[in-house]
């Protein structure tokens, strides 16, 4: 049973930073790659970042230079770093994972970018 948690949303002014966690179980950690997500109101969900299992980044271009994906293979755990965010930031994050192919998801956290 895949298991994913994702932590470290809550409220932050623009030109701040915020981390995002996430602890996933039920797979094998570290031989998958692992994404986060967004959402906000009205919109689809976004693409955010990609990692794959050996540590290579993808960003999308909206955040790119912002903001930094990476994992801790020992403690099976996801990061987003969130620097210089922007109020366009504001959404509920979400990581992602795929198994046998299979995507799941957390419930993701919200992240709210206002003075």
């Known amino acids: 049973q895949v298991h994913i948690v994702a932590s470290g949303g809550g409220l932050v002014q623009p030109g701040g930073s915020l981390r995002l966690s996430c602890q996933i179980s039920g797979i094998n950690f570290k031989i998958h790659p692992l994404d986060w997500y967004r959402q906000a109101p009205g919109n689809n969900r976004e693409w955010v970042a990609s990692?794959?299992?050996?540590?290579?980044?993808n960003y999308a271009d909206s955040v790119k230079d912002r903001f930094t994906i990476s994992r801790d293979n020992v403690r099976n755990r996801l990061y987003l770093d969130m620097t210089s965010v922007k109020p366009e930031d504001t959404a509920v994050y979400y990581c992602?994972?795929?198994?046998?192919?299979?995507?799941?998801w957390g419930r993701g956290t919200q992240v709210t970018v206002s003075p």
């Open positions: 990692i794959s299992s050996g540590g290579s980044t």
């Open positions: 992602h994972a795929t198994r046998q192919g299979n995507n799941f």
